[in-house]
């Protein structure tokens, strides 16, 4: 007697070489993938406490989104269409210092965790700051988590005094996680152009020490690579490396503009890369040259970034995304194939984080997180390639059902763990405050 | 008494200049809007048989798609991540030529209805073969629709014989609409390079003696580009305006590799252009110069093109993508900001064919064709700007209703003019007749 088992679906368990498994079920048995079996026939099924009947649709690992800022959904379409300095100086940095609390950042994180969740991700990497609100946030939502505090060279939220922003990451770091096993700690170094070379090496140690990912947003602009090479005579991969922060519990995310030479590097050292296609679009980064890193063996995951600047946190249109965006920058319609795209938000995605042992795919043994998609729906009919329909035709309302740890966080859209109307409410109050504040910073020309 | 009052919305009307309106109301009469109100006290809301409350969701003018091929909806996924040759010559091609009939253009074109109802479009330009048949299609949906019968110099699903190819479309013009008001007629040529200069002139001859939209591909890969130069000696836009084909009633599609000179020779003659960013990435075929375009004063919309090359009909994904790829296309985060972006698929889209003083804006007079867009969910939480949360977070599946000329398509998710059981059962069963059709086709290496 398993204690769940999901059935009547077509599985995709994304482990390498194996395709789709028609008339599939998934028995659960401790937060673990006990068996994963094909039948046609109801009397062959395994017996389970807990049945979900997937109604013919897809399950599949859930989603990995390697790097969101998770409370920054309050600035959700607070200020669009600027340029980042703008964006950044007029309204994130302020807000962010003046307005923000860790209550504010709970709430937000909560918010971010609810939209995780109903848009099927099941492992989220964040860096923010207030990084035990955020824990605590993705603790109560019953998601997975490699939660990160931020750290840089001026006053942050939570952390006034920069001089004791390394004394800040060191205590979260070793604050204890609150489900060992759900949810790991991290350091997040908020850029080379906000963290002088000594805060990065000392922020690298506290994390290497402990075993920890360390995120760094590394080579987002070219305006900032531009500025470092001035700086230093170095590109960024070949300044990191001096540092000696590059290996394999470092995450660079962006990783926009990067001469090949860094991307042989990052290769070399291991380095993870988070790929946030609509965030570096909206912010007129750039694009990642991700064919080339990944023909490289680099590992890649996918990430939304933060609402602030995405203005949601959908992995949905992240892989729809790099699916094209690359075609067409390359001139290549054969580039980053739809098969390919899921692995890098699911399989690839868990590696990035360190969870690959545990996460991303579905197997015997591993964690039980995994998804419902429906798939009886105009958009998705007819059905001929499941991972086609994943990548370029489906979205977050397609998602039914949530599974983390073998406890089920949305079942047939409804959520389990959190109650949307007490959230949403609290959240407008809220917001309403931030609109009042935000009103009255003052305008830049 | 009205016919129907949409009441607690925030109505964003559309109309140049006008902002959002909270506490709006809409209330239709005959099928066009009658009064465009604002209350918070439900005592002064008009008397209507028909009440529709809208839950403090957002009410604007339905979604306008300027480019379809709605019948491809039979090849969602059955070749991707193939060259546009490969997928051409090698699929979409033989598929239409060998598989396809009245039958199942018009089961393939209700699909595709049903997929477009539920994603918000009220307005859709299509362009395929068997055109009655698709026209049909729409006119028990209940879309508006602008059909236009295909030309190609080539043999063509249910026109065999290319020399017959502009008899086909002058019998479909002068077939006569179903419902005049809602469904218009015109002619879709394929492009330069599928039909010669004679095709093009007699094919334009045919529309412009009735006032019709004439739609073609024009300039959407650089190779094309490239071969009509080497044939020609002339650029696309001078090539077409040689033939005299380029007026206000010529909707180019695509539009991606036009050089300056074009671009402003397609600004004086008026011709309107439809935008497909999601098409022209994933078959890597470029980025069309919509900033430039919008500068010269052409009259731009979006459109989906079929879902053999997208993979889905989601305006959603287009504005998403619209206004995010030429901001890092034109290195500016200010470039298409989100109100522009809605108004290219809405009001624009509406001019784009013709349907200006019809569709697209909420004023009164027009016809009622409006959604309601429900905002209380996560990934739409907070609000402070609408335009915003439409572009960049908003998707399909936040449409609750949709009403076109004054009569709903969709209420609070359910279809009113489509039995979406029987249509999915109806699709299967010839999509597992293609499938195997497909499996025969010969493979090129």
């Known amino acids: ?91 994130i940095c302020p807000a962010g210092a003046g307005w923000l609390d860790a209550d504010k950042v709970y709430w937000g994180a909560l918010l971010a965790a609810a939209e995780l969740i109903r848009g099927g991700v099941t492992t989220v990497a964040d860096g923010y700051f207030y990084a035990e609100a955020v824990r605590q946030a993705m603790a109560d939502a019953g998601l997975r988590a490699v939660v990160a505090q931020g750290v840089v060279d001026f006053p942050a939220p939570g952390v006034p005094d920069p001089a004791r922003n390394l004394e800040a990451a060191a205590a979260f770091l070793d604050s204890g996680a609150i489900c060992p096993d759900r949810l790991t700690s991290g350091v997040f170094c908020h850029s080379p152009y906000t963290c002088g070379p ?67 590097l990052l290769a070399r050292r291991g380095v993870k890369v988070s790929h946030c296609p609509e965030s570096n679009l909206k912010l007129a980064a750039g694009v990642a040259p991700i064919p080339a890193l990944l023909k490289l063996g680099v590992t890649v995951g996918l990430g939304t970034d933060g609402a602030g600047s995405n203005n949601d946190l959908d992995m949905w249109g992240e892989m729809s995304l790099a699916a094209r965006l690359h075609k067409v920058w390359g001139r290549d319609p054969t580039l980053l194939p739809a098969p390919q795209v899921l692995a890098l938000a699911t399989r690839e995605g868990a590696r990035v984080l360190g969870l690959g042992h545990l996460a991303g795919v579905l197997a015997i043994g591993q964690a039980a997180d995994l998804i419902v998609v429906a798939v009886d729906q105009p958009h998705l009919t007819p059905l001929y390639d499941p991972y086609s329909h994943l990548v370029y035709a489906a979205g977050a309302g397609d998602v039914r059902s949530v599974m983390v740890d073998g406890r089920w966080l949305l079942v047939d859209r409804r959520f389990t763990t959190l109650n949307w109307p007490a959230l949403a409410s609290k959240v407008r109050d809220y917001a309403r405050d931030l609109a009042e504040f935000s009103r009255r910073l003052p305008r830049r020309p």
């Open 198 to 264: 000594e805060t990065l090496k000392r922020a690298k140690d506290l994390t290497r020490a402990r075993g920890a990912p360390f995120f760094l947003h590394l080579a987002e602009t070219r305006q900032e690579v531009a500025d470092l090479e001035r700086r230093t005579g170095l590109s960024p991969g070949a300044y990191l490396d001096r540092l000696g922060l590059l290996d394999e519990l470092t995450v660079a995310v962006h990783a926009v503009w990067l001469p090949p030479s860094d991307q042989e």
């Open 1 to 91: 007697m398993w204690d769940c088992l999901i059935y009547n679906a077509l599985v995709l368990t994304m482990a390498p070489g194996e395709g789709p498994r028609p008339q599939g079920y998934v028995a659960v048995q401790g937060g673990k993938i006990a068996v994963l079996g094909q039948t046609g026939a109801p009397q062959d099924l395994p017996p389970a406490r807990e049945r979900l009947d997937a109604q013919g649709g897809l399950v599949l690992p859930g989603l990995v989104n390697t790097h969101c800022h998770a409370p920054m959904v309050w600035f959700r379409g607070l200020a669009d269409d600027l340029s980042l300095q703008e964006w950044l100086n007029g309204f």
